[in-house]
């Protein structure tokens, strides 16, 4: 059992779900940027990235509020005060890929590509991908590209190459969307 739990350090074994944005309140909580659903934790740890490293910390269930689709208020356990919660802000939060139950309603695969490093075919690395914006027949990528949020949208682009086992989308970006 261990061992499992061991494998769950590596990101590779991990999906990205969320990032810690602030404190909230005096008792240790956090509001986190997720449209993750935390019920489905069970026990299990989740995991927050330190200096390239995954810790595993244990989120009490029954603290758990929802503030919107895509984002929540969640207690940790052992995580008390506001200083301590301090330490957490603008961490990302990873959980293990096997253990995700999938939404069979869910129709859009994009929202999966979130913590996916997006590269140009012609311009290399562009960026991680920090969120997905559903418009109706736009639907966007947002993308930190050079210190400044681009949005792409999904739509023109041509062939979209998946990457899971190394998190890359690779794709041509339309001529002109990098000008900033």
């Known amino acids: 059992m261990l061992e499992l739990k061991l494998k769950y350090l590596d990101k590779?074994?991990?999906?990205?779900?969320?990032?810690?944005?602030?404190?909230?309140?005096?008792?240790?909580?956090?509001?986190?940027?997720s449209d993750f659903d935390f019920a489905e934790v069970n026990e299990e740890?989740?995991?927050?990235?330190?200096d390239k490293f995954l810790v595993p910390f244990f989120i009490e269930a029954t603290?758990?509020?929802?503030?919107?689709?895509?984002s929540a208020i969640?207690?940790?356990r052992d995580i008390n005060s506001e200083n301590e919660a301090q330490?957490?802000?603008?961490?990302?939060?990873?959980?293990?890929?096997?253990?995700i139950i999938?939404?069979?309603?869910?129709?859009?695969?994009?929202?999966?590509l979130i913590g996916y490093?997006?590269?140009d075919t012609e311009l290399g690395k562009i960026g991680v991908i920090e969120d997905f914006i559903e418009i109706p027949n736009n639907p966007l990528f947002q993308i930190n590209y050079q210190s400044k949020e681009v949005l792409i949208p999904i739509n023109s682009l041509e062939s979209i190459q998946i990457n899971k086992e190394?998190?890359?989308?690779?794709s041509t970006l339309p001529n002109g969307i990098l000008v900033i």
């Open 63 to 70: 603290q758990v509020k929802y503030l919107s689709e895509n």
């Open 45 to 50: 740890p989740v995991f927050i990235e330190f």
């Open 166 to 170: 190394n998190k890359i989308v690779t």
């Open 102 to 112: 999938e939404n069979e309603d869910e129709t859009n695969e994009h929202s999966k």
């Open 87 to 99: 330490n957490l802000l603008n961490k990302s939060i990873y959980f293990p890929t096997e253990l």
């Open 117 to 119: 490093t997006f590269f």
């Open 12 to 33: 590779k074994n991990c999906s990205f779900i969320g990032t810690i944005l602030k404190h909230h309140g005096f008792k240790g909580q956090l509001i986190v940027k």
């Open 74 to 76: 969640i207690k940790i």
